[in-house]
């Protein structure tokens, strides 16, 4: 059975830093057409924060101007969210996805919490 797990998320300041980390199981990262990260606020659509292809090309959602940045572990069979200079309005659950190609996977979510 597929899984992604993310943890890392939490209460940070504003100006502040956290890093998600997204671990699959029983399936393999770069067996994923695509991988990355949506996020979801209440009462709000589920954004595109970042994907990365298999072949390492990225696309970020516009609000994140270079503050956030994608990498992959294969080794761990994981991939990793880094968010600096974080601002309240990132506050959201961060999940992660798998598209392969006939299929689509979804992790539980993380809570991020950016306080003012």
């Known amino acids: 059975q597929v899984q992604l797990v993310e943890s890392g998320g939490g209460l940070v300041q504003a100006g502040g830093s956290l890093r998600l980390s997204c671990a699959a199981s029983?399936?393999?990262?770069?067996?994923?057409?695509?991988m990355g990260w949506y996020r979801q606020a209440p009462g709000n659509q589920r954004d595109l924060v970042v994907r990365?292809?298999?072949?390492?090309?990225?696309d970020y959602g516009d609000f994140v101007k270079g503050r956030f940045t994608i990498s992959r572990d294969g080794a761990k069979n994981t991939i990793y969210l880094q968010m600096n200079s974080l601002k309240p309005e990132d506050t959201a659950v961060y999940l992660c996805?798998?598209?392969?190609?006939?299929?689509?996977?979804w992790g539980q979510g993380t809570q991020v919490t950016v306080s003012s």
């Open positions: 990365i292809s298999k072949f390492g090309n990225m």
């Open positions: 029983a399936i393999s990262i770069f067996s994923c057409a695509a």
């Open positions: 996805w798998c598209n392969k190609y006939t299929n689509e996977y």
